[in-house]
């Protein structure tokens, strides 16, 4: 057995629901940052790092199951592995640890009753980032693509879609989107929601625009607030994609390259906007773009009916006043490197370094 296994064989054993028990030997802050779905937990990082022998001796699993250690970095989860196998237990490092494990990811599809489309959820589980694969009649669109290329482009093969449109909800500040670089790759039409900021050529989406995917349609809808140029889109009266307008318990954070008189007036146009998508129908599924835990590789859809996401926020919803005062009062730490980022997803850019150097740190754009 090897010393240390990657991020997509690991992804893979997941997936195929392997036996195996992923131990995490972090500090009990960081894996509160972060975590791989279905781990077990061992505070043992400093011990390891003191090299005490019996840093793990009270980690107890069946022989015949194999150990993933796991570490911020992937060092002293090695030192951990090595600690396993020298009292015979079958271990080996997550290689690069949880800073590669950013990237990781996993599907499910989303069951719809009405539509002409097929929809698939990509989870980067890593990250808490959900994009969308959406196709009918073999044509495809990726919303919101926040993984590499080659992952949609594998997802659609596999599928025998073609990417024929890339779209985003709005311009992201806690990931890197890989919305230019999937369309260039594929020769794939970009949209974005209309605005000034971008610095690159770009087929603009206003409210009430439509694009037709096959048969299905899917209606913009312009949902100000987390940014000013946030926009929802509804699939065939069925199911809203709502980016980081709308979580399945909270809503966007509008503080962002804001300062306080602006952050106050965008979030009391986002308390319109959620006025506006709580009209569009109870049944209809919300489709976040984030989740704020990483996601297990249970192929169900991180969705709910807009009836219940109401009655999770109907606190929030007495008067706008309250609404406001509410949302500014419970922002979030500032995601890391989020100007860096901004600048990035503006420019059209992708940075030639790692990118979860950049991307390092939790999801952090809801308020719940």
């Given at each position: ?10 992804r ?11 131990l995490d030997v972090?500090?009990?802050?960081d ?24 840093a793990?001796?009270s980690?107890?699993t ?5 150990v ?5 970095m992937g060092r ?10 020298a009292?015979?237990?079958a271990?080996?490092s997550l290689?690069?640890?949880?800073k ?23 989870r980067?589980?890593g990250?808490?980032?959900?994009s ?24 659609a093969?596999?599928l ?18 890989r ?20 610095r ?9 625009d439509?694009v037709e ?12 607030g ?6 929802c889109?509804?699939l065939?009266?069925?199911a809203l ?7 399945l318990s ?5 503080d962002?390259r804001?300062?306080e008189?602006q952050a ?8 319109g906007?959620?006025k ?27 969705v ?15 008067s ?12 979030p ?7 860096r980022?901004v ?18 740190g ?6 719940a």
């Amino acid at each position: 057995m090897n010393s240390v296994i990657d991020v997509e064989t690991l992804r893979a054993w997941l997936t195929e629901r392997r036996s195996v028990t992923v131990l995490d030997v972090r500090t009990q802050e960081d894996r509160a940052e972060w975590w791989i779905p279905g781990s077990v937990h061992m505070n043992a990082y400093q011990a390891l790092q003191e090299g005490r022998a019996d840093a793990l001796a009270s980690f107890q699993t069946p022989t015949d199951v194999p150990v993933i250690t796991v570490c911020g970095m992937g060092r002293t989860s090695r030192t951990a592995a090595e600690q396993l196998r020298a009292r015979g237990i079958a271990s080996v490092s997550l290689a690069g640890g949880m800073k590669a494990w950013s990237l990781a990811w996993n599907t499910a599809a989303v069951p719809l009753a009405r539509s002409q489309a097929r929809v698939i959820q990509v989870r980067r589980t890593g990250k808490g980032c959900l994009s969308y694969i959406i196709a009918s009649e073999s044509s495809a669109l990726v919303l919101d693509a926040s993984l590499p290329p080659e992952v949609y482009v594998r997802l659609a093969g596999e599928l025998e879609w073609v990417i024929r449109y890339v779209l985003d909800t709005h311009i992201h500040a806690d990931h890197l989107s890989r919305s230019t670089a999937l369309a260039r790759q594929t020769g794939a039409r970009q949209l974005l929601p209309a605005n000034g900021r971008l610095r690159f050529a770009f087929q603009p989406v206003g409210d009430g625009d439509v694009v037709e995917i096959g048969r299905a349609h899917l209606c913009a809808i312009r949902t100000a607030g987390h940014t000013t140029e946030s926009t929802c889109y509804l699939l065939d009266g069925e199911a809203l994609f709502t980016g980081d307008t709308l979580f399945l318990s909270g809503v966007g954070r509008p503080d962002l390259r804001a300062d306080e008189r602006q952050a106050r007036e965008r979030a009391r146009l986002l308390h319109g906007s959620l006025k506006r998508i709580f009209t569009l129908g109870s049944d209809v599924l919300v489709l976040p773009g984030h989740t704020s835990e990483p996601v297990a590789f249970n192929a169900a859809p991180l969705v709910a009916h807009l009836a219940e996401v109401a009655e999770r926020l109907k606190d929030w919803r007495v008067s706008e006043t309250e609404f406001v005062e509410r949302i500014l009062a419970r922002i979030p730490l500032t995601p890391p490197n989020y100007l860096r980022i901004v600048e990035c997803n503006e420019s059209g850019s992708f940075p030639e370094m790692d990118p979860t150097d950049i991307e390092a740190g939790a999801n952090r754009c809801a308020v719940a």
